[in-house]
C-alpha cells in the first residue's frame, strides 16, 4: 500500500473519496482506513462509506503517504484518535509524507508538524496551525507536508498528490482526462 486516506464519522465525503478516485485512477495503491473499530464510516452529509480496513489491523510498514480529510466532527475525532496520531507523527519525523485538507490541517498543527512550515486550511482555521505561516494558495507543499483549503480544492490537493507519488506527467494526464481546468 502506498497511501492511506482516514476516515471518520463526520469527514467531508468530497474530501476524502476524490482523493481515494485520483489516486486509485493513477494507479496508486491506495487505502480507505476507518479510525474506528468498524469499517462503515458515515460522512459529515450522512453518506455511508465502507473503508478498507481500521487502523487497529492495518499494516501501514509500506505506506508512503497519510491522508486526513476535512469535514466537522470528522476532524476532531481525527485529532482525537491517538494510534492515528502517534502515525502521523512517526511518518513525520520519518520524513514520510502526510496530507490534509480543509479543517484537518488543524490535526497537523495540534501535532507540532506544521511548525515553520506553510500550510493552507479552511478559512476560520488558521490558528490551529500552530508555529505555521498560514498562506492562502489551493494546495500549499512543504517538505513532506502538503495541506490544501477545502472541498473545493480536492481536486488540484489530489492531482497534486499524484504529481509527488507518481508524476507531474500522470497528474496532468489526468488532469486532462477528467476535463480539470
Known amino acids: 500500500m502506498r497511501a492511506c486516506v482516514f476516515l471518520a464519522d463526520g469527514f467531508e465525503e468530497i ?11 493513477a494507479g496508486v495503491e491506495t487505502q480507505t482506513v476507518s479510525i474506528t473499530e468498524r469499517r462503515l464510516v458515515t460522512g459529515s452529509h450522512q453518506i455511508p462509506v465502507t473503508a478498507d480496513s481500521c487502523i487497529k ?11 486526513l480529510p476535512g469535514g466537522m466532527p470528522g476532524t476532531r ?7 492515528l496520531t502517534e502515525l502521523l507523527l ?10 490534509a485538507i480543509c479543517a484537518a490541517p ?17 478559512p476560520g482555521f488558521e490558528d490551529k496551525l500552530k508555529g505555521a505561516e498560514v498562506v492562502f494558495d ?3 507543499r512543504d517538505g513532506n507536508v ?11 490537493f489530489a492531482l497534486d498528490l499524484v504529481s509527488q507519488l ?16
Request: glycine fraction near 12%; hydrophobic fraction near 35%.
Open 15 to 25: 474530501e476524502g473519496l476524490t482523493v481515494v478516485d485520483i489516486l486509485r485512477r
Open 57 to 67: 489491523e492495518t499494516d501501514f510498514s509500506e505506506a508512503e503517504l497519510l491522508v
Open 77 to 83: 475525532y481525527l485529532g482525537e484518535c491517538r494510534p
Open 90 to 99: 512517526q511518518f513525520f519525523r520519518e520524513g514520510r509524507k502526510v496530507a
Open 106 to 122: 488543524s490535526v497537523l498543527g495540534g501535532l507540532g508538524i506544521l511548525e515553520g512550515k506553510k500550510a493552507a486550511c479552511y
Open 138 to 140: 489551493q494546495v500549499v
Open 146 to 156: 502538503t495541506t490544501s483549503r477545502g472541498m473545493g480544492t480536492a481536486i488540484p
Open 166 to 181: 507518481v508524476s507531474e506527467e500522470k497528474a496532468q494526464e489526468l488532469k486532462t482526462g477528467i476535463i480539470y481546468g
